[in-house]
């Protein structure tokens, strides 16, 4: 089993940033990959970013790609998602999921584990 814990949410104007934390625990071969997800109100939930551990290879969506950042701190079990130059688009609630196995990428129906989810909101 994995446990997942979010944190790092809020409320920022637009051109700001935040960054979210992941705070794992449980079996680490079930977080092999780790990734961020977001759901606004009345869309599908959608990958963001994610991180394979066994390589450090990342992959963004294009949406995100130059202005977030994904890190994971293995001594702290933590993931981070560095969110600059945020958009009112941006706005969504934020998950973190965690998968095992080789595979890694931002279909959210490939993942095993999540958390219970960091709102952002940005404002225009």
């Known amino acids: 089993q994995v446990q997942l814990v979010e944190s790092g949410g809020g409320s920022v104007q637009a051109g700001g940033s935040l960054r979210l934390s992941c705070a794992a625990s449980?079996?680490?071969?079930?977080?092999?990959?780790m990734g961020w997800f977001r759901q606004a109100p009345g869309k599908e939930r959608e990958g963001v970013a994610c991180?394979?551990?066994?390589?450090?290879?990342?992959y963004y969506a294009d949406s995100v790609k130059g202005r977030f950042t994904i890190s994971q701190d293995n001594a702290k079990n933590t993931v981070y998602l560095q969110m600059n130059s945020l958009k009112p688009e941006d706005t969504a609630m934020y998950y973190c999921?965690?998968?095992?196995?080789?595979?890694?990428?931002?279909?959210?129906?490939?993942?095993?584990?999540w958390g219970q989810g960091t709102q952002v909101t940005v404002s225009s």
């Open positions: 999921a965690a998968r095992g196995g080789s595979w890694c990428g931002l279909a959210p129906y490939m993942y095993n584990y």
């Open positions: 991180t394979y551990s066994n390589s450090g290879s990342t």
């Open positions: 449980g079996d680490t071969y079930n977080r092999n990959c």
